[in-house]
Protein backbone atom coordinates (compact mmCIF):
# COMPACT_ATOMS: atom_id res chain seq x y z
CA UNK A 1 0.00 0.00 0.00
CA UNK A 2 1.83 3.65 -1.37
CA UNK A 3 2.29 5.80 1.61
CA UNK A 4 3.26 9.17 2.00
CA UNK A 5 5.51 11.14 4.41
CA UNK A 6 2.91 13.26 6.26
CA UNK A 7 -0.13 11.49 7.61
CA UNK A 8 -1.99 15.34 7.98
CA UNK A 9 -2.50 18.76 7.01
CA UNK A 10 -0.73 20.02 10.13
CA UNK A 11 2.08 17.90 10.35
CA UNK A 12 3.73 19.10 6.88
CA UNK A 13 2.80 22.49 7.57
CA UNK A 14 4.75 22.21 10.79
CA UNK A 15 7.41 21.00 9.10
CA UNK A 16 7.47 23.43 6.28
CA UNK A 17 7.74 26.18 8.71
CA UNK A 18 10.61 24.81 10.18
CA UNK A 19 12.83 24.56 6.59
CA UNK A 20 12.13 28.58 6.01
CA UNK A 21 14.96 28.87 9.10
CA UNK A 22 17.44 26.74 6.97
CA UNK A 23 20.02 29.12 5.81
CA UNK A 24 19.71 29.37 1.43
CA UNK A 25 23.11 28.83 -0.04
CA UNK A 26 22.36 29.96 -3.29
CA UNK A 27 20.23 32.77 -2.54
CA UNK A 28 22.92 35.71 -3.87
CA UNK A 29 23.75 33.41 -6.97
CA UNK A 30 20.35 34.83 -8.69
CA UNK A 31 20.98 38.45 -9.45
CA UNK A 32 19.05 40.95 -11.88
CA UNK A 33 21.67 40.16 -14.47
CA UNK A 34 19.91 37.04 -15.18
CA UNK A 35 17.96 37.70 -17.90
CA UNK A 36 15.35 35.71 -20.57
CA UNK A 37 15.42 37.57 -23.33
CA UNK A 38 13.91 35.93 -26.54
CA UNK A 39 13.29 33.31 -24.90
CA UNK A 40 10.05 31.60 -24.47
CA UNK A 41 8.69 30.24 -21.13
CA UNK A 42 6.09 28.13 -20.56
CA UNK A 43 4.53 27.59 -16.75
CA UNK A 44 1.51 25.44 -16.08
CA UNK A 45 -0.64 26.55 -13.82
CA UNK A 46 0.12 30.00 -13.94
CA UNK A 47 -3.20 31.91 -13.01
CA UNK A 48 -2.90 31.37 -9.11
CA UNK A 49 -0.46 30.97 -6.44
CA UNK A 50 3.27 30.28 -7.02
CA UNK A 51 2.71 29.90 -11.32
CA UNK A 52 1.31 33.34 -11.39
CA UNK A 53 4.17 34.46 -9.54
CA UNK A 54 6.80 32.77 -11.83
CA UNK A 55 5.16 34.16 -14.82
CA UNK A 56 5.69 37.73 -13.30
CA UNK A 57 8.80 37.17 -12.66
CA UNK A 58 10.05 35.34 -16.07
CA UNK A 59 8.26 38.17 -18.01
CA UNK A 60 9.92 40.71 -15.86
CA UNK A 61 13.15 38.98 -16.67
CA UNK A 62 12.57 39.59 -20.79
CA UNK A 63 11.02 36.00 -21.46
CA UNK A 64 8.20 35.69 -23.74
CA UNK A 65 5.83 33.58 -21.30
CA UNK A 66 3.27 31.33 -22.46
CA UNK A 67 0.74 30.53 -19.26
CA UNK A 68 -0.71 27.34 -19.65
CA UNK A 69 -3.95 27.47 -17.50
CA UNK A 70 -7.63 26.04 -17.72
CA UNK A 71 -9.22 29.79 -16.16
CA UNK A 72 -8.52 33.07 -15.45
CA UNK A 73 -8.02 33.35 -19.25
CA UNK A 74 -7.52 36.41 -20.30
CA UNK A 75 -7.20 38.45 -16.81
CA UNK A 76 -4.66 36.66 -15.30
CA UNK A 77 -2.29 37.60 -18.26
CA UNK A 78 -3.49 41.38 -18.22
CA UNK A 79 -2.32 41.09 -14.65
CA UNK A 80 1.12 39.48 -15.40
CA UNK A 81 1.69 41.82 -18.00
CA UNK A 82 0.60 44.98 -15.60
CA UNK A 83 3.34 43.45 -12.92
CA UNK A 84 5.94 42.61 -15.20
CA UNK A 85 5.90 45.53 -17.22
CA UNK A 86 6.16 43.32 -20.24
CA UNK A 87 3.79 42.65 -23.30
CA UNK A 88 5.13 39.47 -23.88
CA UNK A 89 2.82 37.62 -22.28
CA UNK A 90 -0.17 35.00 -23.39
CA UNK A 91 -2.57 32.34 -21.99
CA UNK A 92 -3.20 28.80 -23.60
CA UNK A 93 -5.88 26.82 -22.10
CA UNK A 94 -5.19 23.56 -21.01
CA UNK A 95 -6.55 21.16 -18.33
CA UNK A 96 -4.63 18.29 -17.02
CA UNK A 97 -7.36 16.36 -16.12
CA UNK A 98 -8.28 15.68 -19.39
CA UNK A 99 -5.59 13.91 -21.78
CA UNK A 100 -8.44 15.55 -24.89
CA UNK A 101 -6.68 19.14 -23.61
CA UNK A 102 -3.69 18.24 -23.22
CA UNK A 103 -3.45 16.51 -26.38
CA UNK A 104 -5.40 20.04 -27.67
CA UNK A 105 -2.80 22.19 -26.53
CA UNK A 106 0.39 20.63 -27.38
CA UNK A 107 -1.08 20.31 -31.14
CA UNK A 108 -1.90 24.25 -30.60
CA UNK A 109 1.68 24.58 -29.70
CA UNK A 110 2.80 22.88 -32.75
CA UNK A 111 1.14 24.20 -35.18
CA UNK A 112 1.94 27.53 -34.38
CA UNK A 113 5.17 26.84 -34.90
CA UNK A 114 6.36 27.72 -30.99
CA UNK A 115 10.17 26.13 -29.91
CA UNK A 116 10.30 26.07 -26.10
CA UNK A 117 13.64 27.39 -24.15
CA UNK A 118 12.21 26.49 -20.46
CA UNK A 119 9.06 24.80 -19.15
CA UNK A 120 7.68 24.73 -15.79
CA UNK A 121 5.66 22.50 -14.67
CA UNK A 122 3.95 24.01 -11.80
CA UNK A 123 0.37 22.95 -11.98
CA UNK A 124 -0.45 20.73 -9.82
CA UNK A 125 -3.74 19.92 -6.98
CA UNK A 126 -3.81 19.19 -3.11
CA UNK A 127 -7.76 17.05 -3.14
CA UNK A 128 -8.99 16.02 0.09
CA UNK A 129 -10.47 13.30 -1.23
CA UNK A 130 -10.56 10.82 -4.52
CA UNK A 131 -12.27 12.45 -7.49
CA UNK A 132 -12.49 10.76 -11.13
CA UNK A 133 -11.23 12.16 -14.06
CA UNK A 134 -12.88 12.08 -17.53
CA UNK A 135 -10.30 9.69 -18.45
CA UNK A 136 -11.07 7.34 -15.46
CA UNK A 137 -7.79 8.25 -13.07
CA UNK A 138 -7.32 9.61 -9.84
CA UNK A 139 -7.05 13.74 -9.95
CA UNK A 140 -4.00 13.72 -8.08
CA UNK A 141 -2.58 10.51 -10.01
CA UNK A 142 -3.66 12.48 -13.68
CA UNK A 143 -2.98 16.26 -12.95
CA UNK A 144 0.18 16.16 -10.49
CA UNK A 145 1.66 12.65 -12.59
CA UNK A 146 0.65 11.11 -15.54
CA UNK A 147 -0.65 14.08 -17.62
CA UNK A 148 2.73 15.33 -17.08
CA UNK A 149 3.99 12.38 -19.02
CA UNK A 150 1.72 13.19 -22.25
CA UNK A 151 2.67 16.53 -22.19
CA UNK A 152 6.49 15.73 -22.54
CA UNK A 153 5.65 12.82 -24.58
CA UNK A 154 3.87 15.06 -27.17
CA UNK A 155 6.35 18.17 -27.15
CA UNK A 156 9.78 15.92 -27.44
CA UNK A 157 8.27 14.11 -30.03
CA UNK A 158 7.56 16.80 -32.20
CA UNK A 159 10.41 18.50 -31.48
CA UNK A 160 8.53 21.90 -29.17
CA UNK A 161 10.88 20.85 -27.11
CA UNK A 162 14.08 21.04 -29.25
CA UNK A 163 15.86 17.51 -28.46
CA UNK A 164 17.59 14.49 -30.17
CA UNK A 165 16.75 11.61 -28.47
CA UNK A 166 13.25 11.64 -30.05
CA UNK A 167 12.96 14.58 -32.23
CA UNK A 168 16.49 14.99 -34.06
CA UNK A 169 16.55 19.08 -33.87
CA UNK A 170 18.46 19.24 -30.91
CA UNK A 171 20.28 22.72 -29.63
CA UNK A 172 23.72 22.64 -31.31
CA UNK A 173 25.29 25.72 -30.38
CA UNK A 174 23.85 27.77 -27.52
CA UNK A 175 21.67 26.70 -23.78
CA UNK A 176 19.99 23.89 -23.99
CA UNK A 177 16.20 24.07 -23.50
CA UNK A 178 15.21 23.48 -19.37
CA UNK A 179 12.39 21.32 -18.17
CA UNK A 180 11.63 22.25 -14.32
CA UNK A 181 9.29 20.01 -12.17
CA UNK A 182 8.01 22.17 -9.50
CA UNK A 183 7.76 19.03 -6.66
CA UNK A 184 7.89 19.12 -2.72
CA UNK A 185 10.28 18.33 -0.39
CA UNK A 186 7.63 16.63 1.48
CA UNK A 187 8.37 13.63 -1.53
CA UNK A 188 11.36 12.08 1.28
CA UNK A 189 10.41 9.54 3.53
CA UNK A 190 7.19 8.32 1.11
CA UNK A 191 6.57 4.58 0.27
CA UNK A 192 8.19 3.27 -2.98
CA UNK A 193 5.31 3.14 -5.79
CA UNK A 194 3.23 0.30 -5.49
CA UNK A 195 2.64 -1.43 -8.46
CA UNK A 196 -0.34 -2.94 -7.96
CA UNK A 197 -1.99 0.12 -6.87
CA UNK A 198 -0.66 2.21 -10.03
CA UNK A 199 -3.28 4.08 -12.16
CA UNK A 200 -6.21 2.17 -10.02
CA UNK A 201 -9.12 4.67 -8.96
CA UNK A 202 -10.13 4.23 -5.25
CA UNK A 203 -11.79 6.03 -2.69
CA UNK A 204 -10.44 8.30 -0.17
CA UNK A 205 -10.36 10.51 2.56
CA UNK A 206 -8.43 13.70 4.02
CA UNK A 207 -5.60 11.76 6.09
CA UNK A 208 -4.93 9.66 2.81
CA UNK A 209 -4.99 12.48 0.72
CA UNK A 210 -2.38 14.28 2.00
CA UNK A 211 0.02 10.70 1.99
CA UNK A 212 -1.21 10.83 -1.55
CA UNK A 213 0.23 14.47 -2.03
CA UNK A 214 3.79 13.33 -1.36
CA UNK A 215 3.28 9.99 -2.66
CA UNK A 216 2.50 11.43 -6.20
CA UNK A 217 5.69 13.60 -5.88
CA UNK A 218 8.22 11.04 -5.47
CA UNK A 219 6.22 9.56 -8.20
CA UNK A 220 7.15 12.58 -10.20
CA UNK A 221 10.27 12.92 -8.95
CA UNK A 222 11.66 9.22 -10.08
CA UNK A 223 10.26 10.40 -13.66
CA UNK A 224 11.95 13.30 -14.10
CA UNK A 225 15.38 11.58 -13.02
CA UNK A 226 14.26 8.68 -15.62
CA UNK A 227 13.47 11.71 -18.39
CA UNK A 228 17.00 13.18 -17.48
CA UNK A 229 18.49 9.88 -18.00
CA UNK A 230 16.88 9.56 -21.10
CA UNK A 231 18.05 13.25 -22.66
CA UNK A 232 21.54 12.58 -21.68
CA UNK A 233 23.67 12.11 -25.05
CA UNK A 234 26.08 8.93 -25.01
CA UNK A 235 29.09 11.20 -23.59
CA UNK A 236 26.94 12.04 -20.69
CA UNK A 237 26.10 15.54 -21.55
CA UNK A 238 22.59 16.68 -21.66
CA UNK A 239 20.34 17.25 -24.25
CA UNK A 240 17.96 18.88 -22.48
CA UNK A 241 18.71 20.19 -19.38
CA UNK A 242 16.14 18.30 -16.51
CA UNK A 243 15.57 19.71 -13.23
CA UNK A 244 13.07 19.52 -10.25
CA UNK A 245 12.96 21.85 -6.79
CA UNK A 246 10.83 22.58 -4.10
CA UNK A 247 9.76 26.08 -3.70
CA UNK A 248 9.09 25.53 0.05
CA UNK A 249 6.38 26.53 1.77
CA UNK A 250 3.97 29.28 0.02
CA UNK A 251 1.09 31.51 0.78
CA UNK A 252 -0.97 30.00 -1.92
CA UNK A 253 -4.43 28.31 -2.64
CA UNK A 254 -3.34 24.81 -2.79
CA UNK A 255 -5.07 24.11 0.13
CA UNK A 256 -8.10 24.95 -1.30
CA UNK A 257 -9.64 21.72 -0.74
CA UNK A 258 -9.11 21.38 2.91
CA UNK A 259 -12.70 20.91 4.79
CA UNK A 260 -14.00 24.90 6.51
CA UNK A 261 -12.61 24.32 9.66
CA UNK A 262 -8.67 23.22 8.48
CA UNK A 263 -9.16 25.50 5.49
CA UNK A 264 -9.90 28.75 8.30
CA UNK A 265 -7.08 27.89 10.06
CA UNK A 266 -4.43 26.93 7.05
CA UNK A 267 -5.08 30.07 5.59
CA UNK A 268 -4.18 32.33 8.92
CA UNK A 269 -0.85 30.02 9.25
CA UNK A 270 -0.60 30.43 5.42
CA UNK A 271 -0.59 34.42 5.60
CA UNK A 272 1.75 34.98 9.04
CA UNK A 273 4.06 32.05 7.63
CA UNK A 274 4.41 31.06 4.71
CA UNK A 275 6.58 32.84 2.14
CA UNK A 276 4.61 35.24 -1.20
CA UNK A 277 4.67 33.43 -4.25
CA UNK A 278 7.02 36.49 -5.38
CA UNK A 279 9.51 35.44 -2.65
CA UNK A 280 9.02 31.80 -3.19
CA UNK A 281 9.35 32.28 -7.29
CA UNK A 282 13.10 33.22 -6.88
CA UNK A 283 14.74 30.15 -6.70
CA UNK A 284 12.52 28.96 -9.94
CA UNK A 285 13.88 31.85 -11.89
CA UNK A 286 17.75 31.08 -10.73
CA UNK A 287 17.15 27.21 -12.24
CA UNK A 288 15.23 29.16 -15.67
CA UNK A 289 17.77 31.73 -16.08
CA UNK A 290 21.20 31.91 -14.36
CA UNK A 291 24.29 30.81 -16.58
CA UNK A 292 25.50 28.65 -13.64
CA UNK A 293 22.33 25.61 -14.34
CA UNK A 294 23.74 25.82 -18.06
CA UNK A 295 24.51 22.16 -18.99
CA UNK A 296 23.31 20.48 -15.02
CA UNK A 297 20.50 17.96 -14.79
CA UNK A 298 18.65 16.16 -12.67
CA UNK A 299 19.65 18.91 -9.91
CA UNK A 300 17.70 19.33 -6.84
CA UNK A 301 17.09 22.61 -4.93
CA UNK A 302 15.13 22.74 -2.13
CA UNK A 303 14.43 26.32 -2.32
CA UNK A 304 17.68 27.89 -2.89
CA UNK A 305 19.36 24.68 -1.26
CA UNK A 306 21.17 22.20 -3.79
CA UNK A 307 20.07 18.42 -2.06
CA UNK A 308 19.53 14.96 -2.90
CA UNK A 309 16.05 13.98 -3.58
CA UNK A 310 14.61 10.46 -1.73
CA UNK A 311 17.14 7.85 -2.69
CA UNK A 312 14.33 6.06 -4.16
CA UNK A 313 14.04 8.33 -6.81
CA UNK A 314 17.11 7.92 -8.65
CA UNK A 315 16.52 3.89 -8.40
CA UNK A 316 17.34 2.86 -12.30
CA UNK A 317 14.79 -0.20 -12.21
CA UNK A 318 12.14 1.63 -10.24
CA UNK A 319 12.57 4.59 -13.46
CA UNK A 320 12.60 2.60 -16.17
CA UNK A 321 9.52 0.48 -14.64
CA UNK A 322 7.75 3.62 -14.08
CA UNK A 323 8.65 4.72 -17.85
CA UNK A 324 6.64 1.23 -19.09
CA UNK A 325 3.52 1.38 -16.96
CA UNK A 326 3.19 5.18 -17.74
CA UNK A 327 3.67 4.85 -21.25
CA UNK A 328 1.34 1.60 -20.89
CA UNK A 329 -1.71 3.52 -19.06
CA UNK A 330 -1.32 6.39 -21.89
CA UNK A 331 -1.25 4.17 -24.60
CA UNK A 332 1.96 5.68 -25.58
CA UNK A 333 4.02 2.72 -27.17
N1 LIG B 1 1.99 25.98 -1.60
C1 LIG B 1 2.98 25.31 -1.08
O1 LIG B 1 3.30 25.44 0.13
C2 LIG B 1 3.76 24.32 -1.92
C3 LIG B 1 4.85 23.64 -1.34
C4 LIG B 1 5.57 22.74 -2.12
C5 LIG B 1 5.21 22.53 -3.44
N2 LIG B 1 4.15 23.20 -3.98
C6 LIG B 1 3.81 22.95 -5.40
O2 LIG B 1 3.74 24.18 -6.09
C7 LIG B 1 2.92 24.02 -7.25
C8 LIG B 1 1.96 25.20 -7.36
O3 LIG B 1 1.02 25.11 -6.31
P1 LIG B 1 0.51 26.40 -5.49
O4 LIG B 1 0.96 26.22 -4.10
O5 LIG B 1 0.84 27.64 -6.20
O6 LIG B 1 -1.08 26.12 -5.49
P2 LIG B 1 -2.29 26.84 -6.27
O7 LIG B 1 -2.34 28.29 -5.93
O8 LIG B 1 -3.48 26.02 -5.94
O9 LIG B 1 -1.89 26.68 -7.80
C9 LIG B 1 -2.04 25.47 -8.47
C10 LIG B 1 -2.17 25.74 -9.95
O10 LIG B 1 -2.37 24.49 -10.62
C11 LIG B 1 -3.48 24.65 -11.49
N3 LIG B 1 -4.20 23.41 -11.76
C12 LIG B 1 -4.81 22.58 -10.89
N4 LIG B 1 -5.45 21.61 -11.54
C13 LIG B 1 -5.25 21.84 -12.85
C14 LIG B 1 -5.68 21.19 -14.02
N5 LIG B 1 -6.48 20.11 -13.99
N6 LIG B 1 -5.28 21.68 -15.22
C15 LIG B 1 -4.52 22.79 -15.28
N7 LIG B 1 -4.09 23.45 -14.21
C16 LIG B 1 -4.45 22.98 -13.01
C17 LIG B 1 -4.39 25.62 -10.76
O11 LIG B 1 -5.35 26.13 -11.64
P3 LIG B 1 -6.84 26.53 -11.11
O12 LIG B 1 -6.66 27.81 -10.39
O13 LIG B 1 -7.63 26.63 -12.37
O14 LIG B 1 -7.30 25.43 -10.24
C18 LIG B 1 -3.38 26.63 -10.27
O15 LIG B 1 -3.06 27.51 -11.29
C19 LIG B 1 2.23 22.66 -7.09
O16 LIG B 1 2.88 21.71 -7.91
C20 LIG B 1 2.44 22.32 -5.63
O17 LIG B 1 2.43 20.94 -5.40
C21 LIG B 1 3.41 24.10 -3.25
Redesign the pocket.
Known sequence: MSQGRFKNPVEA?LT?IKDLFRKQDLADHLSEKDRLDGKVCLV??????????IAVELARRGAHVIM?????IPEKGEEVKKLSGSDLVEMRR?????FA?VRAFCAGLQNDGIRLDVIV??????PSRGRR?VDGFD?IF???YL?KVLLYDLLLRSGVIPNDRFAGNGVRNGPLPRIL??????HQGASAIDWEEFGTYFDYGINKAMSN?SYY?LMLNTYATELARRLTRSDGSPDVSVNVM???????????DAPPLLLGFMKVI?RIF??S?AV?ARPVAYLCASAEVEGKTNYYLHMFNEKQMDPKCYDEAAGALLWKRSYDLLGLH
Open positions: TGTGANSGLGFGACRGGIDLSDSSNAGVATEQVNSFISSDSYKCPGPVNSNIARFFRPA
